[in-house]
Protein backbone atom coordinates (compact mmCIF):
# COMPACT_ATOMS: atom_id res chain seq x y z
CA UNK A 1 0.00 0.00 0.00
CA UNK A 2 1.44 3.26 -0.87
CA UNK A 3 1.52 5.80 1.97
CA UNK A 4 -0.55 9.30 1.21
CA UNK A 5 0.90 12.16 3.37
CA UNK A 6 -1.67 12.92 5.67
CA UNK A 7 -0.57 17.17 6.49
CA UNK A 8 -0.46 18.37 2.55
CA UNK A 9 -3.84 15.94 1.94
CA UNK A 10 -5.79 17.42 4.38
CA UNK A 11 -4.42 20.69 3.13
CA UNK A 12 -5.61 19.82 -0.85
CA UNK A 13 -9.16 18.35 0.69
CA UNK A 14 -9.99 21.47 2.83
CA UNK A 15 -8.71 23.77 -0.18
CA UNK A 16 -10.82 22.03 -2.68
CA UNK A 17 -14.22 21.88 -0.59
CA UNK A 18 -13.40 25.53 -0.15
CA UNK A 19 -13.34 26.03 -3.47
CA UNK A 20 -16.85 23.75 -4.27
CA UNK A 21 -18.36 25.66 -1.70
CA UNK A 22 -17.43 28.87 -3.21
CA UNK A 23 -18.86 27.69 -6.49
CA UNK A 24 -22.23 26.69 -4.50
CA UNK A 25 -22.21 30.28 -2.96
CA UNK A 26 -22.06 31.72 -6.52
CA UNK A 27 -25.34 29.79 -7.66
CA UNK A 28 -26.94 31.43 -4.83
CA UNK A 29 -25.31 34.98 -5.57
CA UNK A 30 -26.92 33.92 -9.57
CA UNK A 31 -30.11 33.45 -8.19
CA UNK A 32 -30.37 36.73 -5.85
CA UNK A 33 -28.67 38.74 -8.72
CA UNK A 34 -31.57 37.47 -10.96
CA UNK A 35 -34.13 38.56 -8.69
CA UNK A 36 -32.48 42.04 -8.23
CA UNK A 37 -32.61 42.53 -11.72
CA UNK A 38 -36.50 41.43 -11.85
CA UNK A 39 -36.95 43.98 -9.07
CA UNK A 40 -35.52 47.14 -10.77
CA UNK A 41 -36.75 45.77 -13.78
CA UNK A 42 -40.55 45.98 -12.23
CA UNK A 43 -40.28 49.82 -11.65
CA UNK A 44 -42.39 52.05 -13.73
CA UNK A 45 -40.48 54.31 -15.57
CA UNK A 46 -43.18 56.86 -16.19
CA UNK A 47 -43.26 57.31 -12.08
CA UNK A 48 -43.36 60.48 -10.61
CA UNK A 49 -40.00 61.78 -9.75
CA UNK A 50 -39.07 61.62 -6.08
CA UNK A 51 -36.91 63.86 -4.56
CA UNK A 52 -33.38 62.43 -4.09
CA UNK A 53 -32.35 61.16 -0.64
CA UNK A 54 -29.89 62.65 1.64
CA UNK A 55 -29.65 59.23 3.36
CA UNK A 56 -26.20 57.38 3.03
CA UNK A 57 -27.73 55.03 1.30
CA UNK A 58 -29.52 56.66 -1.08
CA UNK A 59 -28.26 54.13 -4.23
CA UNK A 60 -29.68 51.64 -2.80
CA UNK A 61 -32.76 53.13 -2.17
CA UNK A 62 -33.03 55.29 -5.90
CA UNK A 63 -31.46 52.94 -8.38
CA UNK A 64 -33.58 52.75 -11.85
CA UNK A 65 -35.50 55.11 -9.98
CA UNK A 66 -36.89 58.42 -11.26
CA UNK A 67 -35.63 61.46 -8.89
CA UNK A 68 -35.35 65.12 -8.99
CA UNK A 69 -33.21 67.61 -7.46
CA UNK A 70 -31.97 71.31 -7.60
CA UNK A 71 -27.92 71.52 -9.02
CA UNK A 72 -26.53 74.15 -6.58
CA UNK A 73 -22.88 74.20 -8.17
CA UNK A 74 -21.72 72.59 -11.88
CA UNK A 75 -17.91 71.61 -9.80
CA UNK A 76 -16.61 69.69 -13.57
CA UNK A 77 -18.00 68.75 -16.48
CA UNK A 78 -16.14 66.37 -18.61
CA UNK A 79 -17.18 64.18 -22.04
CA UNK A 80 -16.73 60.79 -22.22
CA UNK A 81 -17.92 57.64 -24.30
CA UNK A 82 -21.57 57.29 -24.68
CA UNK A 83 -24.64 56.23 -26.40
CA UNK A 84 -27.89 58.16 -27.72
CA UNK A 85 -31.49 57.05 -26.67
CA UNK A 86 -31.52 55.81 -30.16
CA UNK A 87 -28.32 53.76 -30.15
CA UNK A 88 -26.19 56.23 -31.88
CA UNK A 89 -22.01 56.20 -30.96
CA UNK A 90 -20.91 59.70 -29.56
CA UNK A 91 -20.23 61.63 -26.67
CA UNK A 92 -22.07 61.85 -23.14
CA UNK A 93 -21.44 64.81 -21.16
CA UNK A 94 -21.30 64.79 -17.82
CA UNK A 95 -21.43 67.27 -14.69
CA UNK A 96 -20.74 66.76 -11.26
CA UNK A 97 -23.16 68.90 -8.98
CA UNK A 98 -23.82 69.74 -5.43
CA UNK A 99 -27.10 69.19 -4.45
CA UNK A 100 -29.21 71.22 -2.13
CA UNK A 101 -28.39 68.41 0.63
CA UNK A 102 -25.28 66.51 1.05
CA UNK A 103 -24.47 65.01 -2.02
CA UNK A 104 -22.22 65.36 -5.14
CA UNK A 105 -23.47 63.07 -7.81
CA UNK A 106 -22.27 63.20 -11.52
CA UNK A 107 -25.60 64.07 -14.05
CA UNK A 108 -25.21 62.94 -17.56
CA UNK A 109 -27.04 65.96 -18.97
CA UNK A 110 -27.37 64.30 -22.67
CA UNK A 111 -25.30 63.33 -25.81
CA UNK A 112 -23.86 64.63 -28.76
CA UNK A 113 -21.47 63.93 -31.80
CA UNK A 114 -19.34 67.21 -30.55
CA UNK A 115 -16.79 66.02 -27.56
CA UNK A 116 -16.63 69.71 -26.90
CA UNK A 117 -18.65 70.23 -23.48
CA UNK A 118 -21.88 72.34 -23.56
CA UNK A 119 -23.05 75.43 -21.59
CA UNK A 120 -24.86 73.94 -18.90
CA UNK A 121 -27.33 76.20 -16.33
CA UNK A 122 -27.46 74.79 -13.19
CA UNK A 123 -31.09 74.19 -11.69
CA UNK A 124 -33.37 72.11 -10.80
CA UNK A 125 -33.03 68.45 -12.84
CA UNK A 126 -34.56 65.45 -13.58
CA UNK A 127 -33.48 61.85 -14.35
CA UNK A 128 -33.14 58.22 -13.77
CA UNK A 129 -30.69 56.88 -11.42
CA UNK A 130 -27.77 54.36 -12.89
CA UNK A 131 -26.28 51.52 -11.05
CA UNK A 132 -23.08 53.38 -10.31
CA UNK A 133 -25.39 56.31 -8.92
CA UNK A 134 -24.92 58.59 -12.05
CA UNK A 135 -27.99 60.78 -12.65
CA UNK A 136 -29.01 59.99 -16.51
CA UNK A 137 -31.45 63.79 -17.21
CA UNK A 138 -34.54 62.93 -18.76
CA UNK A 139 -35.21 65.41 -20.62
CA UNK A 140 -31.74 66.01 -21.75
CA UNK A 141 -30.06 68.95 -20.98
CA UNK A 142 -27.92 72.04 -22.58
CA UNK A 143 -29.65 71.51 -25.68
CA UNK A 144 -27.98 67.82 -26.13
CA UNK A 145 -30.10 64.85 -26.85
CA UNK A 146 -31.25 62.39 -25.01
CA UNK A 147 -28.84 59.27 -23.55
CA UNK A 148 -29.62 55.88 -23.10
CA UNK A 149 -31.53 55.61 -20.03
CA UNK A 150 -29.97 53.03 -17.66
CA UNK A 151 -31.24 49.56 -18.07
CA UNK A 152 -31.37 47.09 -15.54
CA UNK A 153 -30.47 44.48 -17.57
CA UNK A 154 -27.00 45.79 -17.97
CA UNK A 155 -26.29 45.00 -14.82
CA UNK A 156 -23.52 42.25 -14.88
CA UNK A 157 -24.91 38.58 -13.49
CA UNK A 158 -21.74 36.50 -14.41
CA UNK A 159 -22.26 34.23 -11.17
CA UNK A 160 -22.91 31.53 -13.12
CA UNK A 161 -19.43 31.39 -14.78
CA UNK A 162 -17.65 32.33 -11.24
CA UNK A 163 -19.03 29.33 -9.96
CA UNK A 164 -17.72 27.15 -13.01
CA UNK A 165 -14.28 28.60 -12.48
CA UNK A 166 -14.21 27.65 -8.84
CA UNK A 167 -15.58 24.05 -9.42
CA UNK A 168 -12.29 24.05 -12.36
CA UNK A 169 -10.20 25.03 -9.61
CA UNK A 170 -10.99 22.44 -7.24
CA UNK A 171 -10.79 19.80 -10.22
CA UNK A 172 -7.34 21.73 -11.41
CA UNK A 173 -6.21 21.27 -7.56
CA UNK A 174 -7.30 17.61 -6.86
CA UNK A 175 -5.41 16.69 -10.50
CA UNK A 176 -2.34 18.48 -9.52
CA UNK A 177 -2.08 16.90 -6.14
CA UNK A 178 -2.78 13.21 -7.73
CA UNK A 179 -0.24 13.78 -10.24
CA UNK A 180 2.38 15.00 -7.08
CA UNK A 181 1.38 11.91 -5.84
CA UNK A 182 1.91 9.55 -9.19
CA UNK A 183 5.37 11.08 -9.27
CA UNK A 184 6.39 10.41 -5.78
CA UNK A 185 5.58 7.12 -5.91
CA UNK A 186 7.02 6.38 -8.67
CA UNK A 187 10.58 8.01 -7.59
CA UNK A 188 9.83 5.63 -4.18
CA UNK A 189 9.15 3.06 -6.40
Same mark, same amino acid.
Given at each position: ?119 ? !? ?34 ? !? ?32
Amino acid at each position: MRAIPIIPTLFVVAAMAVMVWLGIWQFGRADEKAELIARFEAIPQDAPAQPLSDSDDWLDQQMFRRVTFRCEAADAMRTTAGTAANGAKGFAHIAQCSTDGSHTVEVGLGWSRDPKAPDF !NIGVIEGIVDARGKIIADPALADLYPLAAPDPKDLP !NNHLAYAGQWFFFALTALLIYGFTLRSRWRKRG
